[in-house]
């Protein structure tokens, strides 16, 4: 009878249940048009509206406890705050998790760092030619221009240690929509109608909801947390982006060259206000996500100015 | 058969103490401790300008391993002046990672002699207003971590402490590493509001089982006291407070209500490990040159020239205690070959 309970008690602790609640959320990003157009300058003076994905910046995405409308928080929706508690340190917004479309890469060269996002590049030759095209030619450590994409691609190789595009991650490398076509269709936003959108899965986030709320099943039909995020716009002159930190990650030294790879600010989601710009685009519509297994579509809409 | 396998198991489950996972203890020497200015009562802030002064103001102390599943260390509390004030805190005693190089770099070339690791301890600073501080002095740890609720209702812990406010950061110089001296200036404090201090045990050293250390309150910012003790880098921040090494004698009682720390380098003086300040001096490397491996080499011929051998990692009873055979660098014999093999 002893053995039969203790055998009992074992299955049973094989069926606890921790009462956690760990899923991948999925679902996808939509940006205006608008979001990624820009009126360059031409050497002629004259101006021209460009609409192009290599615009969009790295998206960042936070589920939050709330999201507090325009001019409440900021002149922009943004998620909640904890307390102010240190001088000139704005209160944290304690995120749960959250995710990127896009992460900052390094180009392999002085003058790419803190440019560059994955997912926006169809070819090496592409990034030559979009520099190019805003008057800002990129040029080799020794100032000499660089003349097309394989230059810079083996640059990347030999720094790096690395021998394919998929290592990199900087071009498109791989056939995401099935076509046997690796092209713009395979990179992060792609064009439907006249807007742009991605797919984004949040991997193995705990879900959180209303503590105080009853008669319901949590992850299922309580109240859960608030899916916000932005887009971080290059910079109008540098075309930097506002989110990247030039002072650190990879150092590369080499003879007379001594230079970081920049690396993403290490607090975007917890104070995302230090870091969000005139031109960046915040979603004004937070999803409220109840169900973990629903699928919700953000639209970045908001243009923060 | 199986049902008394059972029993079996279940009684020497309950037959486990679990005491090998604790450090010994010693006599009178407490785990958990209230620091208190000399004659008693609450610290105040010294005015510190001089080196002399520095030393006078140090208070040398020792601390024993928790004896619980809890924190041990010590507190204490002063009151705020309205302006900076400064803590530093120095565990003995100081330690290196080995260049294990086959051709060091000039840089690495004083590392290549290894460091006696069983000597050295480490313990966490800590500081802020006394009313967010959580633990009760003397008898138990706590920290500064306050519950904020969001709006969920969910909990998330804030810690409120003003020393370290980024507790865990790499770089932060009141959460540094192993025997590694840590600082914090406590920023225009309130004047007249009540700041405690938690100096927390990380690791007590392996050779002897008790953590000394010395600790400064001084007005002001801790650069300043950083400049007077002529350090300009981390390394050189170990020769600020001198002579934290004290040697493991036995206490005057057994109970740790009795236990007080030295006030001033004139009270510790005769308590300090010898060497250990001309050791700290060469580490510091104030003076240019590889001087750490010629002090390493030359303790290890004193050693053999006198008969007796290195003392490294063992635990040392009270009443056997030789201090000549304190080495503050480790075997060379241990030292691996370099490069990955």
Same mark, same amino acid.
């Given at each position: 009878?002893?053995?039969?309970?203790? !055998?009992?008690?074992?299955?049973?602790?094989?069926?606890?249940?921790?009462?956690?609640?760990?899923?991948?959320?999925?679902?996808?990003?939509? =940006?205006?048009?608008?979001?990624?157009?820009?009126? =360059?300058?031409? #050497?002629?003076?004259?101006?021209?509206?460009?609409?192009?994905?290599?615009?969009?910046? #790295?998206?960042? =995405? &936070?589920?939050? #406890?709330?999201?507090?409308?325009?001019?409440?928080?900021?002149?922009?929706?943004?998620?909640?705050?904890?307390?102010?508690?240190?001088?000139?340190?704005?209160?944290?917004?304690? #995120?749960?998790?959250?995710?990127?479309?896009?992460?900052?890469?390094? &180009?392999?060269?002085?003058?790419?760092?803190?440019?560059?996002?994955?997912?926006?590049?169809?070819?090496?030759?592409?990034?030559?030619?979009?520099?190019?095209?805003?008057?800002?030619?990129?040029?080799?450590?020794?100032?000499?221009?660089?003349?097309?994409?394989?230059?810079?691609?083996?640059?990347?190789?030999?720094?790096?240690?690395?021998?394919?595009?998929?290592?990199?991650?900087?071009?498109?490398?791989?056939?995401?929509?099935?076509?046997?076509?690796?092209?713009?269709?395979?990179?992060?936003?792609?064009?439907?109608?006249?807007?742009?959108?991605?797919?984004?899965?949040?991997?193995?986030?705990?879900?959180?909801?209303?503590?105080?709320?009853?008669?319901?099943?949590?992850?299922?039909?309580?109240?859960?947390?608030?899916?916000? &995020?932005?887009?971080?716009?290059?910079?109008?002159?540098? !075309?930097?982006?506002?989110?990247?930190?030039?002072?650190?990650?990879?150092?590369?030294?080499?003879?007379?060259?001594?230079?970081?790879?920049?690396?993403?600010?290490?607090?975007?989601?917890?104070?995302?206000?230090?870091?969000?710009?005139?031109?960046?685009?915040?979603?004004?519509?937070?999803?409220?996500?109840?169900?973990?297994?629903?699928?919700?579509?953000?639209?970045?809409?908001?243009?923060?100015? | 058969?199986?049902? *008394?396998?059972?029993?079996?198991?279940?009684?020497?489950?309950?037959?486990?103490?679990?005491? %090998?996972?604790?450090?010994? @203890?010693?006599? +009178?020497?407490?785990?958990?401790?209230?620091?208190?200015?000399?004659?008693?009562?609450?610290?105040?802030?010294?005015?510190?300008?001089?080196?002399?002064?520095?030393?006078?103001?140090?208070? /040398?102390?020792?601390?024993?391993?928790?004896?619980?599943?809890?924190?041990?260390?010590? *507190?204490?509390?002063?009151?705020?002046?309205?302006?900076?004030?400064?803590?530093?805190?120095?565990?003995?005693?100081?330690?290196?990672?080995?260049?294990?190089?086959?051709?060091?770099?000039?840089?690495?070339?004083?590392?290549?002699?290894?460091?006696?690791?069983?000597?050295?301890?480490?313990?966490?600073?800590?500081?802020?207003?006394?009313? /967010?501080?959580?633990?009760?002095?003397?008898?138990?740890?706590?920290?500064?971590?306050?519950?904020?609720?969001?709006?969920?209702?969910?909990?998330?812990?804030?810690?409120?402490?003003?020393?370290?406010?980024?507790?865990?950061?790499?770089?932060?110089?009141?959460?540094?590493?192993?025997?590694?001296?840590?600082?914090?200036?406590?920023?225009?404090?309130?004047?007249?509001?009540?700041?405690?201090?938690?100096?927390?045990?990380?690791?007590?050293?392996?050779?002897?089982?008790?953590?000394? /250390?010395?600790?400064?309150?001084?007005?002001?910012?801790?650069?300043?006291?950083?400049?007077?003790?002529? $350090?300009?880098?981390?390394?050189?921040?170990?020769?600020?407070?001198?002579?934290? $090494?004290?040697?493991?004698?036995?206490? @005057?009682?057994?109970?740790?209500?009795?236990?007080?720390?030295?006030?001033?380098?004139?009270?510790?003086?005769?308590?300090?490990?010898?060497? $250990?300040?001309?050791?700290?001096?060469?580490?510091?490397?104030?003076?240019?040159?590889?001087?750490?491996?010629?002090?390493?080499?030359?303790?290890?011929?004193?050693?053999?020239?006198?008969?007796?051998?290195?003392? %490294?990692? *063992?635990?040392?009873?009270?009443?056997?205690?030789? *201090?000549?055979?304190?080495? /503050?660098?480790?075997?060379?014999?241990?030292?691996?070959? +370099?490069?990955?093999?």
């Amino acid at each position: 009878m002893v053995a039969w309970a203790s !055998l009992g008690v074992f299955a049973t602790g094989c069926a606890y249940d921790e009462g956690l609640i760990i899923e991948n959320l999925q679902g996808t990003v939509t =940006l205006p048009a608008a979001a990624l157009t820009r009126d =360059l300058v031409l #050497p002629d003076g004259s101006r021209e509206a460009v609409e192009d994905v290599r615009l969009i910046g #790295p998206v960042y =995405l &936070g589920v939050y #406890p709330s999201v507090a409308d325009a001019n409440v928080l900021e002149r922009y929706p943004h998620p909640e705050l904890g307390p102010q508690y240190l001088d000139g340190v704005p209160g944290d917004a304690y #995120p749960y998790g959250g995710t990127t479309i896009g992460d900052l890469r390094f &180009g392999c060269i002085e003058d790419l760092t803190c440019l560059m996002v994955s997912g926006r590049y169809e070819t090496w030759d592409s990034i030559v030619e979009w520099f190019a095209q805003l008057e800002q030619p990129l040029t080799d450590a020794g100032g000499v221009p660089i003349p097309d994409g394989e230059f810079l691609k083996q640059s990347c190789y030999d720094l790096l240690n690395v021998t394919s595009d998929a290592e990199t991650r900087i071009t498109a490398y791989e056939d995401r929509n099935g076509d046997d076509l690796i092209n713009e269709l395979d990179l992060d936003f792609v064009k439907q109608g006249d807007e742009y959108v991605a797919d984004f899965t949040i991997w193995q986030q705990d879900y959180y909801w209303d503590r105080n709320q009853e008669d319901c099943e949590p992850g299922v039909d309580c109240t859960g947390f608030e899916l916000w &995020g932005f887009m971080d716009s290059p910079d109008v002159n540098t !075309l930097a982006f506002s989110t990247c930190d030039p002072t650190q990650g990879y150092n590369s030294r080499e003879y007379n060259r001594d230079i970081f790879s920049g690396r993403p600010q290490v607090d975007v989601l917890n104070l995302p206000s230090t870091y969000i710009t005139n031109g960046d685009f915040v979603v004004s519509e937070p999803y409220r996500w109840n169900n973990v297994l629903d699928r919700p579509n953000l639209v970045l809409d908001f243009e923060v100015q | 058969m199986f049902t *008394t396998s059972l029993f079996m198991m279940a009684l020497t489950g309950c037959d486990y103490s679990g005491d %090998w996972l604790f450090g010994g @203890s010693t006599p +009178g020497l407490p785990d958990v401790y209230e620091l208190q200015a000399e004659g008693g009562g609450l610290f105040v802030p010294a005015d510190i300008t001089t080196v002399e002064e520095l030393q006078a103001a140090t208070i /040398y102390g020792e601390l024993g391993p928790p004896q619980t599943t809890g924190y041990g260390g010590a *507190t204490f509390e002063f009151v705020g002046t309205g302006e900076d004030v400064c803590i530093w805190l120095d565990p003995e005693v100081a330690t290196w990672n080995q260049a294990v190089s086959e051709r060091p770099l000039d840089a690495n070339l004083k590392w290549t002699y290894p460091d006696n690791i069983y000597d050295d301890g480490d313990v966490d600073l800590l500081a802020g207003l006394s009313v /967010y501080y959580t633990g009760s002095p003397g008898e138990v740890i706590g920290d500064f971590v306050v519950a904020y609720e969001d709006s969920l209702g969910n909990d998330i812990p804030i810690s409120l402490a003003g020393c370290p406010n980024t507790e865990g950061i790499i770089g932060d110089d009141a959460v540094a590493g192993r025997g590694s001296p840590e600082f914090c200036t406590l920023s225009a404090t309130d004047a007249g509001i009540s700041y405690s201090v938690l100096l927390r045990t990380w690791s007590t050293p392996l050779d002897d089982d008790r953590l000394s /250390y010395g600790l400064v309150l001084a007005n002001g910012d801790c650069q300043a006291l950083r400049a007077l003790g002529g $350090s300009q880098t981390a390394q050189q921040d170990e020769c600020v407070i001198q002579g934290e $090494s004290l040697v493991p004698e036995p206490l @005057s009682s057994d109970n740790v209500d009795d236990y007080l720390p030295y006030y001033g380098w004139d009270a510790a003086s005769a308590h300090i490990y010898p060497r $250990s300040v001309e050791f700290e001096f060469e580490f510091c490397n104030i003076d240019p040159g590889h001087r750490m491996r010629q002090f390493c080499n030359q303790e290890r011929r004193d050693i053999a020239e006198a008969g007796l051998e290195c003392l %490294w990692n *063992t635990l040392q009873e009270d009443d056997a205690i030789n *201090t000549d055979e304190k080495c /503050y660098c480790g075997d060379p014999s241990d030292t691996p070959s +370099g490069g990955a093999q």
